[in-house]
């Protein structure tokens, strides 16, 4: 029987970065995934599909089996915290993930004097880890969107929260005072399918990372 691979994607701007890296990679889709409602898409190579999911769930995709490989941010890898591979640091879709806070606040604050903060997020492990090793106690609201609203209207003291140019900040008077970490897309692999796949796995991998190296010459 013949192998066959399963690559996990989401919508969006890992999406659109992948797909060129796939494609220089050998692999790509026979239906465009940004203009389809399709889900689960063939590709030119007749053993590999790619799945269209939700970005926060392709770790999960890819730790219990359902795909084999994935690409997903930093940030979902780091929020999730399963058993899985992480196999290319893919250098796309890159941002950061911060601390911020209301401007007239920052003016005179130390983040050194913290001690314990009300934080609006929707990266709940995260954001614990990150203030539990300062020794910062923290009452963790966790929320899906429009992080930037809660001080505002005083939901919480500061968020936890991706920034790329930093606009929508500003926009809500808003600022960084705390980097946690660089974020980029990653390649990931299931752990099982390394070894049982080993072949097709370190095959597609070594292709990928042969098409990022020519991208970044």
């Given at each position: 029987?013949t192998?066959?691979?399963?690559i996990?994607?989401s919508k969006g701007?890992?999406?659109?970065?992948?797909l060129?890296l796939?494609a220089?990679?050998g692999i790509?889709?026979?239906?465009d995934?940004?203009?389809?409602?399709k889900?689960?898409f063939?590709t030119?190579?007749p053993n590999?599909?790619?799945v269209i999911?939700?970005?926060?769930?392709v770790?999960?995709f890819?730790?219990f089996?359902?795909a084999?490989l994935?690409?997903?941010g930093?940030?979902?890898?780091?929020?999730?915290?399963?058993?899985l591979?992480?196999?290319?640091?893919?250098?796309?879709a890159?941002?950061?993930?911060m601390v911020?806070e209301?401007?007239?606040i920052?003016?005179n604050?130390?983040?050194?004097n913290?001690?314990?903060?009300?934080?609006?997020?929707?990266?709940?492990k995260i954001?614990r880890r990150f203030?539990?090793a300062k020794?910062?106690?923290t009452?963790i609201?966790k929320l899906?969107g429009?992080?930037?609203?809660a001080?505002?209207?005083?939901?919480?003291?500061?968020?936890?929260?991706l920034?790329d140019?930093?606009?929508t900040l500003?926009?809500n008077?808003?600022?960084?005072?705390e980097h946690?970490?660089d974020i980029?897309?990653?390649?990931?692999?299931n752990?099982?399918?390394?070894?049982?796949?080993?072949?097709?796995?370190?095959?597609?991998?070594?292709?990928?990372?042969?098409a990022l190296?020519a991208?970044?010459?």
């Amino acid at each position: 029987m013949t192998e066959s691979l399963t690559i996990a994607l989401s919508k969006g701007r890992i999406l659109d970065d992948t797909l060129p890296l796939l494609a220089a990679a050998g692999i790509e889709p026979l239906d465009d995934p940004r203009k389809s409602r399709k889900l689960i898409f063939d590709t030119n190579q007749p053993n590999i599909k790619l799945v269209i999911i939700r970005a926060a769930d392709v770790p999960t995709f890819v730790e219990f089996g359902a795909a084999d490989l994935g690409v997903a941010g930093k940030d979902v890898l780091m929020e999730h915290d399963g058993d899985l591979f992480e196999l290319l640091d893919l250098g796309i879709a890159r941002c950061r993930l911060m601390v911020a806070e209301p401007a007239d606040i920052a003016a005179n604050d130390d983040p050194a004097n913290w001690s314990r903060l009300r934080i609006a997020t929707k990266y709940v492990k995260i954001a614990r880890r990150f203030f539990a090793a300062k020794g910062i106690q923290t009452e963790i609201i966790k929320l899906y969107g429009s992080m930037e609203l809660a001080p505002l209207v005083g939901l919480a003291d500061r968020i936890v929260d991706l920034v790329d140019t930093g606009n929508t900040l500003r926009a809500n008077n808003l600022v960084e005072i705390e980097h946690i970490a660089d974020i980029s897309s990653w390649l990931v692999g299931n752990t099982a399918s390394m070894k049982l796949k080993h072949e097709l796995m370190q095959s597609t991998i070594a292709a990928v990372a042969t098409a990022l190296e020519a991208t970044n010459e």
